[in-house]
């Protein structure tokens, strides 16, 4: 099994980033559905466990022209449906991905999310004992420097580009995060605002165990690129969707998640899927 940990600066509080991110997971959702593949949910409810309280999701990706093709190759027609149940007790998430139907107890993608407002330099975040630990990889995104592909690329979703309507912001320049951290020290200003530019982190711990022999590394290796790619460009969708949603509170977010829920079952049965199809 491989483990790695992405850690994802912001230059948003912790609080902003709940609601930006469940807004830029309808959004996307929306962009992901259509002419029969996307996303259908089928619970979004409160939920508690112990001492432990959150909103679950459970969601199915009807997505088969998204997955890598030697799949497609040997997967029977509709056995490509892959199941999310997310427990969101923010700033604590979890997120277990599975295809219940074909793969079975053979495969198992799980994400878990902490946010913290600092710039990730929480060594073990997600307290992981120390065999997994030595086995864990670290990676850091840099959602303004770090390579998309050009597949991937949009202009009005480029953060040295997007100016948000709250000051000090960005653009984001490619020294961004040392100028944070800076400013966080009081060495310098972001800019000539007189606002200071909030940061956080997300630490992404991500598990990929996939079963089938032969092609265990293969499989794994593949989810863990695609994992970097969503990551990245999500979080650049995140920053640069700023303006729709910077205003909003939680109660906006539930209500939005009704409308949208009602909108992809109908967006799915009718029209083209909009979103780009796997790099191989």
Same mark, same amino acid.
């Given at each position: 099994m491989i483990i790695k940990e992405f850690r994802i600066i912001l230059p948003m509080t912790v609080e902003e980033y709940q609601v930006g991110q469940l807004w830029s997971v309808a959004e996307a959702s929306k962009n992901e559905t259509g002419g029969g593949e996307g996303v259908d949910v089928l619970e979004n409810r409160p939920y508690t466990e112990g001492d432990t309280s @959150? *909103? +679950?999701?459970?969601?199915? =990706?009807?997505?088969?022209?998204? &997955?890598?093709? +030697?799949?497609?190759?040997?997967?029977?027609? @509709?056995?490509?449906? =892959?199941?999310?149940?997310?427990?969101?007790?923010?700033?604590?998430?979890?997120? &277990?991905?599975?295809?219940? !139907?074909?793969?079975?107890? !053979? +495969?198992?993608?799980?994400?878990?999310?902490w946010h913290k407002p600092d710039f @990730? !330099?929480?060594?073990?975040?997600? @307290?992981?004992?120390?065999?997994l630990l030595a086995k864990r990889e670290v990676i850091r995104i840099d959602i303004a420097n770090d390579e998309v592909n050009s597949s991937d690329y949009k202009e009005d979703q480029d953060p040295k580009l997007f100016k948000p309507s709250a000051d000090g912001r960005g653009p984001l320049t490619s020294d961004w995060i040392q100028r944070l951290k800076s400013q966080e020290n009081g060495q310098q200003r972001m800019d000539s605002s007189s606002c200071k530019m909030p940061h956080m982190c997300a630490y992404k711990l991500v598990r990929c165990n996939f079963k089938w022999f032969g092609l265990q590394n293969m499989v794994e290796k593949f989810v863990h690129r695609q994992e970097r790619?969503? =990551?990245?460009? +999500?979080?650049? *969708?995140v920053y640069c969707w700023m303006n729709n949603w910077l205003t909003l509170t939680m109660e906006d977010i539930r209500r939005i998640e009704d409308e949208t829920q009602k909108d992809l079952k109908e967006m799915r049965s009718k029209g083209s899927i909009k979103g780009t199809k796997v790099n191989e």
């Open positions: @959150g *909103q +679950f999701t459970h969601k199915v =990706f009807h997505l088969a022209s998204r &997955v890598p093709s +030697f799949l497609r190759h040997i997967a029977p027609k @509709g056995s490509l449906e =892959f199941h999310e149940k997310a427990w969101n007790a923010y700033p604590y998430c979890k997120t &277990v991905i599975t295809n219940p !139907d074909y793969m079975k107890k !053979d +495969f198992e993608l799980s994400i878990e999310s @990730g !330099d929480e060594e073990n975040v997600h @307290g992981l004992p120390p065999n790619r969503v =990551f990245t460009n +999500f979080h650049r *969708q």
